[in-house]
């Protein structure tokens, strides 16, 4: 309630913020920029907060037993974009991804269901959302995420048809009950339980990220104030059709997390690059990073790696590319 | 949980699951202080080998064992709640 209201009465206090406390004139570039900063900057911070809150909470309903037991024996395509979906609410740390993978493919999941499941995961969450959608608008935010659900289900699928069942390592298939050693917890939680996991996702997200958060906003500050809004489209924009692979090549050794990526989406951006190559970069980065990679090498082959990453690469790629091209 | 002669400060076996990302870090430290709270004589060992993890069946990391039972999977719990663990 609280939130609501004062969620509202942003818009007037970056107003009166910027022409009271500065010393400033209307009509400038530095007072748009500022009033920018001060009106988006706490926006997007309280809708972070509110929405990894809801998500926090909502996730402690999602174990992955219980996304296992959905998936289990699901027939392709289906069962891809069933896998995708969960991806996205079930709580899930890179770490992980060997047990969940062990538990997944030893209980009957098909492999290109469970790589459906890996890429959407750490590709399509809700930090990344908010911002696109807080810095860019809803749009933005909406492509993203119908993106990358199409990425997960279709490399989960393409993955699924190669049949590269052989390339998992051996060891995999001796935990033939990985995931029965636990009880399901969503039966024993009780709300004040599941209000607390929302409650230390804020602290242990949103904690993390405001610096990078605010890097951002100010990089979006200073576009908005100083650059003019058709430098935008020029460039390196969509006509460079080059631009796409490298940004998804670029993105492959980067690391981090959908905040730190942010600023330097911005900055893409304001530089005039397309939004589908920003977008790809900003994908390639997330979904396909070498810490996870190494991490999966305990369960899967070379050969298998190096195709998953093929596939998602080429998936971003060709998203990057219909998305320049339409737009 | 299979107690032995009837002794509740028997040397518990606690073990702490995952493969070192900072929430199994978190996890270890909040165990750590529940046992001391607790004044029980347990023994924490941390399982990092992945190959090891997977014998306790578990699908997401960080998880905490108790004398070989899982007790929590894939997230922190609070001090309150595993010294509600280690004192049933």
């Known amino acids: 309630m609280a939130w609501g209201l004062v969620y509202q009465r942003l818009s007037p206090f970056a107003k009166w913020a910027t022409y009271s406390l500065f010393p400033l004139s209307p009509g400038t570039h530095l007072t748009s920029a500022l009033e920018f900063f001060l009106y988006e900057a706490p926006k997007v911070l309280m809708l972070l907060t509110l929405v990894v809150f809801v998500v926090g909470v909502v996730r402690s309903f999602f174990t992955p037993e219980r996304a296992r037991g959905f998936l289990a024996g699901k027939k392709e395509f289906a069962g891809n974009g069933m896998a995708a979906l969960l991806g996205t609410v079930t709580p899930f740390c890179s770490c992980s991804a060997v047990p969940l993978f062990i538990g997944f493919v030893t209980a009957g999941v098909p492999l290109g269901v469970t790589f459906s499941f890996l890429i959407s995961a750490p590709m399509v969450n809700e930090v990344a959302l908010v911002l696109l959608y807080g810095l860019f608008g809803w749009k933005i935010a909406a492509i993203y995420l119908g993106m990358g659900l199409a990425i997960a289900i279709g490399s989960g699928w393409a993955i699924g048809r190669m049949g590269m069942e052989r390339y998992v390592e051996e060891w995999v298939f001796a935990n033939a009950e990985a995931g029965s050693g636990v009880i399901p917890e969503e039966q024993k939680m009780t709300w004040e339980m599941r209000l607390r996991l929302g409650l230390d996702a804020v602290r242990d997200i949103v904690g993390k990220v405001w610096p990078y958060l605010l890097a951002g906003i100010a990089a979006g500050a200073a576009i908005h104030g100083y650059v003019p809004e058709n430098f935008m489209a020029s460039v390196m924009g969509a006509d460079a059709w080059w631009s796409v692979p490298l940004a998804v090549l670029l993105g492959i050794p980067l690391y981090s997390n959908a905040a730190g990526i942010i600023p330097i989406v911005q900055a893409l951006l304001g530089k005039g690059a397309a939004l589908g190559t920003a977008l790809a970069f900003m994908m390639s980065v997330i979904g396909l990073s070498l810490p996870e990679m190494v991490i999966l090498r305990k369960v899967l082959k070379m050969r298998l790696i190096a195709t998953f990453a093929g596939v998602v690469g080429m998936g971003i790629l060709i998203v990057g590319w219909l998305f320049n091209l339409v737009m | ?88």
């Open chain 2, 1 to 88: 949980m299979p107690t032995s002669g009837g002794n509740e400060k028997e040397n518990m076996k606690i073990a702490i699951l995952g493969t070192g990302c900072p929430k199994c870090r978190q996890m270890a430290e909040v165990v750590r202080k529940a046992v001391e709270k607790s004044g029980m004589d347990a023994a924490i060992s941390k399982v990092e080998d992945i190959r090891e993890i997977m014998k306790f069946k578990v699908m997401a990391t960080p998880a905490l064992a108790i004398d070989d039972e899982v007790k929590i999977s894939g997230r922190v719990p609070t001090v309150e709640e595993v010294t509600s663990l280690l004192v049933p």
